[in-house]
């Protein structure tokens, strides 16, 4: 499998900005596709962002003109740059990549999913 590890979060006063890191530990050409979700406690995952193997990005409407979500291929990373942070943007923000087909006949998955980082802004 890829590893996916997420970096960057933390602690922020509302209206402050992080930058999210998700680092594979193979090419990024392996996938379609790279998502950011986000999940509050035992609440249901929200996709926050994607950007597709092609430069294509989608927002949910919720982050549109504070987020913006981009990748650096010589370090295999996908960003996620946060601004103008609320106290409703404070989730655990984990990782997903979209294998290509031969990635995942390679891995026999589907995907790849990191392990999650804290995000927590405050009032």
């Known amino acids: 499998q890829v590893r996916l590890v997420e970096s960057g979060g933390g602690l922020v006063q509302a209206g402050g900005s992080l930058r999210l890191s998700c680092a594979a530990s193979?090419?990024?050409?392996?996938?379609?596709?790279v998502h950011w979700y986000r999940q509050v406690l035992d609440n249901q995952r929200e996709l926050v962002a994607t950007i597709t193997s092609g430069g294509t990005t989608t927002y949910t409407d919720s982050v549109k003109g504070r987020f913006t979500i981009s990748r650096d291929n010589d370090k295999n990373t996908v960003l996620l740059q946060m601004d103008k942070l609320k106290p409703d943007d404070t989730a655990v923000y984990i990782c997903?990549?979209?294998?290509?087909?031969?990635?995942?006949?390679?891995?026999?998955?589907?995907?790849?999913w990191g392990q999650g980082i804290q995000v927590t802004v405050s009032s």
């Open positions: 193979g090419s990024i050409f392996s996938f379609t596709a």
């Open positions: 997903n990549a979209d294998y290509t087909q031969d990635a995942a006949n390679r891995y026999g998955a589907s995907g790849s």
